[in-house]
Each structure stands twice: as structure tokens, then as C-alpha cells.
């Protein structure tokens, strides 16, 4: 029983947070995401060369070969500084899900070696997202038709543009046609395939959730301590001090949660689902209360274009149903709690 | 990162599981709050102890069996999921034991570790005064030099469990005309010593839950102060981190209790699903009882990598008060009607359980250090802001 991070996760989750402090500053990201396509080549370049898209590639084909593990660290990083959906789903979900293919299959070699040199670009769909997301960048495209999943280039499908509150999203309603040359697994593989990457997409939305109410608690802890009312700085309140403590307790409640759902996905727990769901419904509500009581702790100033605060809530009320709504992930909880199988209690919270 | 146990963990947990079924007993302690209660959970720790349970996490020469903080929680969850009744000296070892391994002497060690290991001593804690709760650095209550001995006159309040207790630690002022958290002594007192009088506070319960001590002229030696003099206020610090911290209130006993939640609303679903939200708060709070056992791990993985756990202990508070408090709710709803019934009648079956730790949840938000105190520090210690 070991439930730490090695040196190698942490000094890379530090490295890459470094990193992303300076390149994705948040007037940077304004820019970027001002401009029709919303995204940057150059930041993307600077990012895969940090390793950060090689990161669960497997070796054989160019990659480091890490799991979902350092992914919940990753994606934290991912939510604390904003960066746009098509990274995570490009080199964590769809990387997870052509890795889980057969070693000889075509479309790892074909797609493996440009995510982990970052030049591939991809989008992926699922019946729990109506819409996907950076469907209109994309240069190939993950689209799950019934049991079946199919890689398909951006040229053979119609992509009708949907604009999100979230101004670093991009989203798309994908028409096309499905064939048997573009289909990877189907059947039972097919289903199996699509769990993964549910849970996959899931998980990724639940660490950027917590990494965005970090970012969001973070704003408001130097506003409070700057903004003076009374002859003092706000932050000395007891009320304003105390919507801020309870926003660390729910970050620091999900934390674990996330980090054993990361565990259950990477050792293939058989309730590995439900533990995902359970760190979304963590996340969901953590990134929630962050927004409201940064907000709250903002004044009117939290409710203005300027201040960087809206980037970050809007981001989290766009993520919120994103890979599973609420809804979704408590029923999945739920089904399994009040299920006459289940062994529940004090020593069932890590079983395999 | 491994979240599988090893076969040494394993085999810890079927040992501790194997000793509990041949040993706990079937039939319910009585409350501890009454002087039949106390004795029959004394006489319980001390059948733990011949069986080195009663503090796993202590080197053998103390009673303990050297665990770590995992084979602790494992214990803990073997514990609590088999029902056995909450650990009656806690006050002794949890909170001042640790404070005598860090601060006591050599002789300090060996006079009252193996006793309170054994229950043969229980402790009783003396923060509180009429006026220095929240506040406790007001405390007046004195500590006078005398020789080899320190004269204490004052009063302490609150203290659980005092009238069944055989000795008092806590907190005195130590040196004349000193304010604050200067000059207070942290002392040991014979509860049996002429002088002290003890006077019961009904709790709402209607049981003899906790006490005032009075101290009128109580001799009590030098050897009974624990650190330096007038160092007090350092010690008993340390003191409220594990308090607060991981020992006092391990997950298992809030995780046991979600399971009955779940297995109550069950057994009441068509009348309990009148109300929509109760199905909800079953599950919220048994995923808030998961999660608050993944932190207790997370956070002995963190103290295994030497990281310090500082204000997070006071997270660790305001969860487990918050959940035991919602637990317990739920709970009342669940049972309607029948949930104000106290033990003696024939319709209140397993409700009067739920009603009893509804009463004491009711405590959690506010022993140990307020939640509004617990807020303030980790405002102020972990995310830095301004007194």
C-alpha cells in the first residue's frame, strides 16, 4: 500500500507547471482565444516539447509510456492554467484508447508517433457528449458509431460550429457516414474500447476541474489580501476567510478521490467506473464552490470581462457535463451502492 | 504509487479480524457516560491490551506491537467495520500519549505509558475554563511554585468523562502576572488529590457526559509538568495537531456508520423515498466517508515521503464533524417518526442507536476546536491570509 507520487511524477508535473506559468499566462490566452480557429500552433509546439503529448505513448512508438496515474497530476495542470480541451483528449484519451489496441494495429503505428511529436491533432466523440469538442481543428477524428469505433480524417466528415460560453472552447455537431474502412474495433472489443474512454475522458475533465479550482481559490486568496474595505484588507474577515477555507476543504476532499480513480483505471479495477464517477462528482463540486465563492470574495470585480477570474469559472461550468453529467456519473455511483452484491464499509476502498 | 496491500498487511488484517470474532462481545456496551458503561469499556481495553490491541502503533515494550500508520488504519477498519464500541481513553492515548513520546522524560515515559496502554490510568483533559474556550489562551487558572511542588487553584470546564476519570492534564498559568500564551505550564494532576472537586454537567443526553474540576489549593509535584517551565502553550499545540490531525478520528468509524445509513435506507426505502433527497444525502455522504478514508491514506503516503501535515488537519475536522452530523440526519429523516424514541421502548428497536449519535454528532462542529476556529486556521495557515 503505497499511495504517493515517485520523484520522477513530481519533478515533471513541476516542470510543466513552470512551463505553463510563463507560455499560457492568461493575457496570452486571451489573444489566442480571441482568433477564429482559438488555438496556437506555437504554444502547442512548445508544449510537446516539453513532453507533455509523449507522455502516455508507449515507448515502442516514441512515447515515455506513463499512465493514468501521472495523467491526474497532468490534467490538474491542464485545468490550473486553462489549456483547451484537444490536448488532454488528444494525448490522454485518445492516446489511452489506441494504446489498449493490438500491437500490430495500423492505427497505432499510423497515429501513435504524431501524438507523441505533437503534430496530430485529434477529436473525439461519444454518446455522453452531444457535441465534440475541436471537431473543426482536428486532423483525424475518434467517432464511436453503436458498438463500433472508427478513425476518420477530418476531410471525410461535416463539422456545424457551436459556440460555448467558455471562450477557449470550440465545439462541433460531426455528420458522416460510417464504413468498414474506417471502423478500428467493434462488438465486444468495440464496447470495452468505449468504456475506457468514457472513463478516460471523465477523469481528465475531473483532474482540470480540481486544477481549475485551485487556480480560482488561488485568484481570490491575492484579491482578498489586496483588496482593502475598513482600513484593512478583506482577506482578515472571518466571513470572507471562511468561504475560502471551505473551497480548500473541497479541493484537498477530492484530491484522493481523484488520484485512487487514476489507480483503478491504470491497475483495471473491476469497479474502476464507478471510482472515476465518484472523483468527477468531487471535482464538479469543488471547481462549483470555487467559482461561487471566488466570485462571492471578487465583489463586482469578479463579475467583470477584466478581471482573469471568468476565464477560469466558465471554463468549469462548461466542463461541468462534460464526459458524463452529474446525472450520469451519481447514477453510476449510486447503481453500485445500492446494489444487494456489494461489499461496502470500512476495508472495501481500495479492492481491486 | 500501489493501492494493493501486502500479504504482511494482509495477514495483519485477517489477525486482527480473527481476534475481534472470537472476542468482542455480542450484546451492546452501555453508554460510557454512566459509571456501568465506563467500567464495562474499561474492562474492554483492558482485554485489548492483554492482546497488545489497545495501542498497535506502540513499540512492544509499551503494550504496542510497533505498527505503522497503514497496519493502524487497517486495525482501525477491522475495528470499527466489526462494531466494537468507541476507545474510552482516547483523551490518554491519543492526544497526551503522543505529547509525553515528543515532551515527557524518561521517567514520565515509563510512569504513565504502560498504564494509559493498559487503561489502568484514564485521563481526562483540562483546557476549557468559563471563560477561555475558543479563546484558551485566557486561561487564568493557576499553577504557583512551592518547593518541589506547584499549588493550583482554579477552575476547568467541559471535561469529558472527568468523574470517572482518574487523572487531569491541561494547561496552567504557571508564572505570576504572565498573559496570553506566555508562562503557562502544562501539568499532570492526580485526580484523586486533595483539593480537586469534580461536578458533573448533564449533557443533553441527560447523562453525566462531562464536568467542571475545581482546584482549591491541589499540591501537585514538579515531575507532573510535562516540557519546560512556562513552556506550555508549545506543548499542548502539539497536542491539539493530533487531536485534530489523523488519530483521533480515523475514517473506519464514520465508514461503518454509512454502511448502516445505507443498509437503514434500504430497509425503509418506500418510505424513505417520499423524500427524494434522502436517497441523495446516503449517497453523498458515503462518498464523502470514501473520500475522507482515501485522504487518511493520502496523507500517511504524504508523511512517508516526510512532508508535514499542518492546517490539513483541521480539514480533516470540519469533514468528519460535518459528515457525522449529516450522517446522523439522514438518518432521524429516514427513521420519521420513530426517531425521537429513546432506548426503553418496544418500537424503538435499532432507531434509538441513530438518535443516540445524532445527540453526540450534534458536539462534533464544536469540541476539539470549534469548525469557525478550524476555518480561521486554514485560512490563515494554509492559504495565508491576514489576521
Redesign the interface.
Known sequence: ??????DDQLAFREAISRFLMTEAAPEMLREIWETDIGRSRDLRNKIAEQGLTALSVPEAEGGMGMDD?TWALMTQELGYYAIPDSLADTAYVATGLLADLPAQHPARADLLPRIADGSLRMAISHPVNALVSDAQLAEVLILVHGDEIHVVPRSEVNVDNHLSIDASRRLGQVTWTPSAATCIASGEQGRALQAQLLDRGALSVAGQLLGLAQRM?DLS?DY??QRKQFG??I??F?A???H???V??YI??????L??AA?ALA?GDVNAGVRVS?AR??ANEASWIAARKGIQVHGAMGYTWEVDLQMFMKRAWALDSSWGDRGFH?TR??DY??ADATG????H??E? | MDLTYTPKQNAFRAEVRTWLAANLPREPFASYDSREGFEQHRAWEAKLFDSRWSMVMWPAELGGRGSDLIEWLIFEEEYYGAGAPMRINQNGQLLLGPTLMEFGTQEQKQRFLPRMAASLDMWAQGWSEPNAGSDMAAITSKAVLDGDHYVINGQKTWSSRAIYADWLFGLFRSEPGSTRHHGLSFIMVPLNTPGVSIRPIKALNGKDAFAEVFFDDVRVPLNNRIGAEGQGWHVAMATAGFERGLLLRSPARFQATARKLVELYKAHRVSADRDPGLRDAVLDTWMCAEAYAMSAYYTVGRLSRGEQIGAESSINKIIWSELDLKMHETAMRILGARGELVAKGAQAGDAAGWLEGFLFAQSGPIYAGTNEIQRNIIAERMLGLPK
Open positions: 500500500m503505497d499511495f504517493t507520487f515517485n496515474v481559490l486568496v482578498v489580501a484593512k484588507p482577506g482578515s472571518q470572507v476567510k471562511h475560502l477555507a471551505d480548500a476543504r484537498e476532499q477530492a484530491k484522493p478521490v488520484y485512487r489507480h491497475r465518484q462528482l468531487a451519481k455511483v449510486s451502492l445500492f461496502l464499509g470500512p476495508g476502498t481500495f481491486e
